[in-house]
C-alpha cells in the first residue's frame, strides 16, 4: 500500500493579526542602513526579510506575512515575542522602577540571586550578574585564565561570542 503523502506544509493557526505597517519601505530601510550603519553589522540573507512585528514564536514583515521564528534573536527572546506574561511583568515593574543600579539596594536582585542558587549544585550559591553575552563570555575567560593561568582561548570559527575584543 502506498501513502498519499501531501509535500505542501501549512503553517498552524495564529490568532494574532499584526497592525498594518506604515514605516519606512524595504528599499528606504536598506539605503538607511547602508548609509548610517556600520558595515560589520550585516544581513545574512541575499534578500533580508524586513521584520516590523511578532506575537509569541511568530514573526511579520512589512507585508504582513507570517514566519515561524525559529532563531529567537540569539536568544535574547527565548520566552516568545510579547509573551503575554513577560510583558505584564515589564510592564508593571515600569510603573514603579525602570532601572536602578547596583550600587543602591533593591530586593530583586537578591531573590534573583538567590533563585538562581536554589537551581544549581551545592557550592554554586553566589552569581555575578552581567548585561550580555559578550560580559558573560568575558568574565567566563577571564575566570578560567585566573583559575588556570593560561591565556588561550579554543572557540568555534564562525561563532557570535559577542563583540568585545576578548570574545572575538
Known amino acids: 500500500s502506498v501513502m498519499n503523502v501531501s509535500t505542501e506544509l501549512a503553517m498552524p493557526p495564529c490568532d494574532y493579526q499584526p497592525p498594518a505597517y506604515d514605516g519606512p519601505t524595504r528599499e528606504q530601510v536598506q539605503a538607511l542602513r547602508k548609509q548610517y550603519v556600520h558595515p560589520s553589522l550585516f544581513a545574512l540573507y541575499k534578500e533580508p526579510i ?4 511578532g506575537y509569541m514564536q511568530w514573526l511579520f514583515d512589512e507585508k504582513g506575512s507570517r514566519y515561524l521564528d525559529m532563531i529567537a534573536g540569539i536568544v535574547t527572546v ?12 515589564i ?6 522602577l525602570q532601572h536602578a543600579t547596583t550600587i543602591y ?3 530583586n536582585l ?5 533563585k538562581v542558587a536554589s537551581k544549581m549544585p551545592e557550592g554554586l550559591d553566589v552569581t555575578y550578574f552581567v548585561n ?18 593560561n591565556v588561550d582561548v579554543i572557540a568555534l570559527r564562525n561563532g557570535y561570542h559577542g563583540m568585545s575584543s576578548t570574545s572575538m
Not at 78 to 89: F, L, M, T, W, Y
Not at 91 to 96: D, R, T
Open 50 to 53: 524586513m521584520l516590523v512585528d
Open 78 to 89: 527565548s520566552c516568545g515575542h510579547r509573551h503575554p506574561k513577560v510583558s505584564e511583568a
Open 91 to 96: 510592564a508593571e515593574q515600569l510603573k514603579h
Open 105 to 107: 539596594l533593591h530586593p
Open 110 to 114: 537578591p531573590l534573583l540571586a538567590e
Open 132 to 149: 550580555s553575552g559578550s560580559e558573560a563570555n568575558e568574565l567566563a575567560i577571564n575566570m578560567a585564565r585566573a583559575f588556570t593561568g
